[in-house]
């Protein structure tokens, strides 16, 4: 049967097509570098946690970018991969820099924000920001006095 | 019945024997074609011994699950995910639980009003338990020495399993935007730690059902970091340090809230990958096994089940709170 090889070869290859589409979990995102500062009173805000809300669609990703800024009040945002940075499009930001609290044997930062309400909120918070392709230094984000 | 050549020359009598033995390439074949069963039968035998491992961590969670119940049966009540910090010794849920267990030789000189890193506790706490060992983990007998300004150092033999005291209200930024959790809902785990408003952990305060709760699941492999599969060896020195927090059987830091992505260490960097089962053991995280795509979990009826990676996070949430009022449903 002539006919016979090319149904043959083309399970073949749907099988070969069909295998790293079954295989991959998750819908990734391509995310672009994001980067920037938290001041207060010109100071720089330490072990603040800044979060990324997505306001347009297309900043949409299974999680938002997150960042905790060091001691020059510095971060670069994770969404998927460490320092991957976000999604493209519109956001609004929180920064919060919540209370040291004794859980089980140590202190972590959970207690109520010691920053302004406001900025602890997608819907309340001030600050916004465009992710666009390349690299995005945010310009610093000032979060008002403590 | 024909013979191969080499062997019928081989057998031939008389004093025309001239050839005897196998060819090269007869011998490569024969070593080919055992390497090709040796190859296809591994993954078989690693298959089936991995479901042993699976099946022996199953029974360790229902051995402690059936503890809790029988603590219950006793007080009236489980025990708290951490000492009440209003009393003296701070102490997990395990050493309340191990006389529950047959553990009663190794907790009879237990000092609960204690810390267990402090003596007589702390001998007993160097106690490798496999009972709370998740034998798929690949370092076994491990063991946290985490370094204190005031000595001596908390030490203790680890555990792979830990109550879930809730959910932060962190996950948030993972669930989707029609799944968020309110700022108000109850999201205390069956096994909670003190709190003014939960005094202790009755099976009456599972009001979204028993047999619809997580009372212990997986966090395995601490004090060391484990993100998707990838280890990083625990280090208190270097910058940033690296701890999967709450690695020995007693420590309080054993119980926590899931929904959390901070590295113990802040500059270790935000907890990256998609928050689920499997993708990381630091403290806070959420669920992590090295049971290929999910890991066990004893439910607070006693029974255990198994679930996959890809178990949806509201309904993972779901099965967390006691009394958030949505029984999970549809596993």
């Given at each position: 049967m002539p006919s016979a090889p090319l149904p043959t070869s083309l399970l073949v290859g749907a099988v070969l097509l069909g295998l790293p589409v079954g295989c991959s979990r998750k819908v990734t995102v391509t995310c672009y570098s994001v980067r920037g500062r938290v001041l207060s009173a010109a100071e720089p805000v330490a072990e603040a946690m800044v979060v990324f809300h997505p306001l347009s669609s297309s900043a949409e990703a299974p999680q938002k970018p997150l960042a905790y800024t060091d001691a020059e009040g510095q971060f670069a945002l994770t969404t998927d991969k460490p320092n991957d940075g976000a999604p493209e499009g519109e956001y609004a930001i929180t920064v919060e820099l919540r209370a040291p609290r004794q859980i089980g044997e140590e202190t972590v930062r959970d207690g109520p924000s010691q920053l302004p309400a406001k900025y602890a909120r997608p819907e309340t918070t001030p600050l916004r920001y465009r992710v666009v392709p390349g690299m995005n230094d945010v310009p610093p984000l000032a979060v008002g006095p403590r | 019945m024909p013979y191969p050549r080499g062997l019928r020359v081989a057998c031939r009598r008389g004093p025309a024997r001239t050839v005897h033995g196998f060819t090269l390439v007869e011998l490569l074949v024969v070593i080919a074609i055992i390497g090709l069963l040796i190859a296809l039968l591994l993954p078989a035998v690693q298959a089936a011994r991995e479901a042993a491992r699976r099946s022996q961590c199953a029974n360790n969670l229902k051995q402690l699950a059936l503890a809790f119940h029988n603590h219950e049966e006793t007080y009236k009540q489980f025990p708290l995910a951490i000492s009440d910090p209003n009393k003296p010794g701070k102490n997990n849920w395990a050493p309340f639980v191990f006389p529950f267990v047959e553990q009663q030789t190794l907790v009879a000189g237990y000092n609960l009003t204690i810390d267990w890193w402090v003596e007589p506790n702390r001998s007993l706490v160097a106690t490798q338990l496999p009972l709370v060992q998740?034998?798929?983990?690949?370092?076994?007998?491990r063991v946290q020495d985490k370094p204190e300004t005031t000595p001596p150092n908390k030490t203790g033999a680890c555990g792979d399993y830990f109550t879930p005291a809730g959910v932060h209200l962190d996950i948030n930024q993972v669930l989707p935007a029609d799944q968020q959790l309110a700022a108000t809902a109850d999201l205390r785990g069956v096994i909670r730690w003190y709190e003014a408003r939960n005094p202790q952990n009755r099976a009456a305060d599972v009001t979204d059902g028993l047999s619809n709760s997580i009372m212990l699941g997986e966090c395995a492999g601490r004090e060391d970091v484990w993100r998707r599969g990838t280890r990083y060896a625990n280090d208190f020195t270097s910058a940033p340090k690296v701890r999967a927090r709450?690695?020995?059987?007693?420590?309080?830091?054993?119980p926590y809230e899931i929904g959390q992505r901070k590295a113990?260490?802040?500059?270790?960097?935000p907890i990256p990958g998609q928050l689920g089962i499997n993708n990381s053991n630091e403290w806070g995280h959420c669920f992590y096994a090295f049971h290929p795509s999910g890991a066990n979990f004893a439910l607070a009826d006693g029974s255990v089940r198994f679930l996959t990676e890809q178990t949806n996070l509201s309904a993972l949430v779901a099965l967390v709170?006691?009394?958030?009022g949505e029984p999970a449903s549809g596993l």
């Open positions: - | 998740c034998p798929s983990t690949p370092e076994q007998n709450g690695g020995a059987w007693a420590t309080t830091d054993n113990w260490d802040t500059a270790f960097g709170t006691r009394s958030a």
